[in-house]
């Protein structure tokens, strides 16, 4: 059986982000620095997800670590009791 996520929030965190720099997206949900990792993954299946923006202006990063288009949202927050 695989783990799941912890849910983080449930709304989408706006992050300013710039052209080519990457950033790593907290996929297990336990990182104190959302949306982005802090290592709280470790011991655990969940690894980080690399974001490498494609353009600088805001981004929208899933919290509720159920979007199909993570490291973005894609609105699944919306569905969550």
Do not use: N, R
């Amino acid at each position: 059986m695989s783990e799941s996520p912890v849910v983080a929030g449930k709304a989408p965190i706006k992050v300013a982000v710039e052209e080519g720099k990457d950033y790593y997206w907290c996929s297990c949900g336990k990182s104190s620095k959302q949306p982005f990792c802090d290592g709280s993954h470790k011991g655990s299946s969940f690894v980080p997800m690399k974001y490498t923006a494609a353009a600088t202006g805001d981004a929208w990063f899933c919290a509720c670590k159920a979007s199909a288009k993570s490291p973005l949202c894609d609105g699944s927050h919306k569905a969550l009791a």
